[in-house]
């Protein structure tokens, strides 16, 4: 049976063998600080709930993957993908995760 990562507090893989483990690099936190919508969509009570629940889960990725099921939760990750650019817009309107 394949067990499920775990993830620390800051979301980042426990297994540093983990083929999945992502880290977003700190110059990509620095952009978002600065990212003019993504600071306003912060403001939304709404979001900010949804961001608390997500961040207590006791497992975040299963909160996360549940979570992205709501528009404006996809809509906010999807913003803060494209802005520190690990993410682009297809052709099709989506937004595909480039890393």
Do not use: W, Y
């Not at 975040?60 to 528009?71: D, H």
């Not at 404006?72 to 802005?83: A, H, I, N, Q, S």
Request: glycine share 6%.
């Amino acid at each position: 049976m394949e067990s499920t990562p775990r993830f620390n507090r800051k979301g980042i893989s426990a297994d540093p063998d983990d083929p999945n483990r992502f880290v977003v690099p700190e110059l990509s936190h620095m952009k978002l600080a600065k990212h003019a919508k993504v600071l306003a969509a912060l403001r939304d009570p709404k979001l900010q709930k949804i961001l608390l629940e997500v961040d207590m889960a006791d497992d975040r990725e299963v909160a996360l993957e549940k979570k992205l099921k709501i528009p404006r939760f996809r809509d906010f990750m999807d913003m803060c993908l494209l802005g520190v650019g690990l993410a682009r817009n297809r052709d099709d309107g989506n937004v595909e995760f480039v890393g």
